[in-house]
């Protein structure tokens, strides 16, 4: 099966930079878009960025000019930069990718979730 697997996430102080990655394991053919969305205590799960697999970035006007996206293809890896944080950037940040098996079909996959904590 696939799975995906994130780290980096942590406690840092407002003004801080944290990086988390997500990698893909398991019956992988191919990775098409990836990308990372997070939710805070209370309110919906939102998009951070995405990124094709040609490099095409997309990002919440909340994270533009802080965050960056980028991917490894060889190692189905995804990560997040994440520069200048700000106490309202704290929540579960959840990897997502669409992942082919096969070559033909694909899927939308999600990871367990890595916590990210600003303090003020």
């Known amino acids: 099966q696939v799975q995906l697997v994130e780290s980096g996430g942590g406690l840092v102080q407002a003004g801080g930079s944290l990086r988390v990655s997500c990698a893909a394991s398991?019956?992988?053919?191919?990775?098409?878009?990836m990308g990372w969305y997070r939710q805070a205590p209370g309110k919906q799960r939102e998009l951070v960025a995405r990124i094709t697999r040609g490099g095409s970035t997309t990002y919440a006007d909340s994270v533009k000019g802080r965050f960056t996206i980028s991917r490894d293809n060889a190692k189905n890896t995804v990560y997040l930069q994440m520069n200048s944080l700000k106490p309202e950037d704290t929540a579960v940040y959840y990897c997502n990718a669409d992942i082919s098996s096969d070559g033909y079909y694909y899927a939308t996959y999600w990871g367990q979730g890595t916590q990210v904590t600003v303090s003020s």
């Open positions: 398991g019956r992988v053919f191919r990775t098409n878009a």
